[in-house]
């Protein structure tokens, strides 16, 4: 994908993009010059260089019950973010277990489930 190279100030609610530079060079003497920063953007030519995809989270209680499900989806431009495939990817919270998944969320309740089971039998000495 191709970049474009942008002088930006402030941070936060105060930031802004001063101008997009043709190179970086030129956006670094500008950057120097009003005493800005150079960042640099992915350059969108075509809707193939986006990305769109669901990650669904189910927290199950320690008694078995399920506390909540919710999803996340990521979208964005440029490449897809560096992530595993969150097919036994769980996490202990002091009220149960959360899953993850990437496919649907009764995948996600069954991680959690399943990592539950197993924490349980380990405490139990199984």
């Given at each position: 994908m191709k970049k474009i190279w942008g002088v930006s100030d402030g941070d936060y609610s105060d930031y802004s993009v001063c101008c997009l530079c043709s190179s970086e060079e030129l956006a670094k003497?500008?950057?120097a010059k009003?005493?800005?920063r150079v960042e640099e953007f992915p350059y969108v030519e075509s809707m193939d260089d986006s990305y769109e995809f669901t990650i669904y989270y189910a927290e199950v209680n320690?008694?078995?019950?399920?506390?909540?499900?919710?999803?996340y989806?990521?979208?964005?431009?440029g490449e897809i973010p560096e992530f595993r495939p969150y097919e036994s990817a769980y996490a202990a919270t002091n009220k149960g277990v959360i899953g993850?998944?990437?496919r649907s969320p009764e995948a996600?309740?069954?991680v959690a489930?399943?990592?539950l089971t197993a924490k349980q039998a380990k405490?139990?000495?199984f």
């Open positions: 003497e500008l950057a009003l005493g800005y320690f008694d078995g019950t399920t506390h909540r499900t919710w999803e989806v990521s979208r964005g431009v993850y998944s990437h996600a309740l069954r489930i399943d990592h405490e139990a000495g």
